[in-house]
């Protein structure tokens, strides 16, 4: 097993791992932290499948499953809208979520049709299978949608931080590095046009912030909870 691959392993595990701490540690789970671990499991267990694949539909199937990790974005701008104590309008939610289903779909056209994968073959880099691949028409969507999420993403905090004082301040920081560090690996890995991602990984780390965030909040709300009776 390629150091690649034993990477992508460790991220799925890691992943698992964050769920169940999810699940058992926080009581009052909510659930965009629960969408957002369970399909980071799965996007986790796509990445590592490709890395494993012998034949190009092995990993055709397997980046289907990588596509999951299009809700991520989305889950992390509602869990940081919730978290910061903001109400996202009703359009922009609905909107967003039918962008991010549509996106799935496109994906899952891959191997039918060349909307959104117009070629691909599969590669090996040091006994490591990847899927090569140029992009189709459809696939503006995904940066367009990425790039949204992201958006209001950092309107929320940045508000949060300028005018809001009833959240923490070191949290919404924390929350802040995770996402512009996830973004800027993004950009560095498309520009440079590496043949494997590091982003899932750093989601998994990403996973370990809000999953500290979420354990924190519970211990605050059940302390308010005993000064209050």
């Not at 990403?206 to 009776?229: N, P, V």
């Amino acid at each position: 097993m390629s150091t690649i691959e034993v990477c992508y392993l460790i991220a799925t595990i890691a992943a698992a791992a964050e769920l169940l701490t999810l699940r058992i540690s926080v009581r009052q789970q909510s659930p965009n932290h629960m969408l957002f671990f369970s399909a980071l499991l799965l996007a986790s267990c796509g990445y590592f499948a490709v890395s494993i694949s012998k034949t190009v539909e092995e990993a055709v199937l397997a980046t289907k499953l990588t596509y999951i990790s299009t809700f991520l974005p989305l889950f992390v701008l509602f869990t940081i809208a919730e978290f910061c104590k903001t109400r996202i309008p009703r359009p922009i939610t609905y909107g967003l979520t039918a962008l991010t289903i549509a996106d799935m779909v496109f994906a899952c056209s891959i191997g039918y049709s060349k909307l959104f994968y117009r070629e691909y073959a599969l590669g090996t880099w040091k006994g490591t299978s990847y899927l090569f691949r140029t992009y189709g028409p459809l696939h503006i969507i995904h940066y367009i949608l990425l790039f949204f999420d992201i958006l209001f993403a950092l309107l929320i905090i940045f508000r949060t931080l300028r005018v809001k004082r009833n959240v923490s301040r070191r949290s919404v920081m924390f929350l802040l590095f995770g996402l512009c560090l996830t973004m800027l690996v993004y950009y560095f890995e498309r520009k440079m046009h590496t043949p494997f991602d590091v982003v899932p990984i750093l989601y998994v780390l990403f996973g370990t912030i809000y999953l500290g965030i979420a354990i924190r909040l519970q211990r605050y709300d059940a302390s308010e909870a005993m000064l209050t009776e």
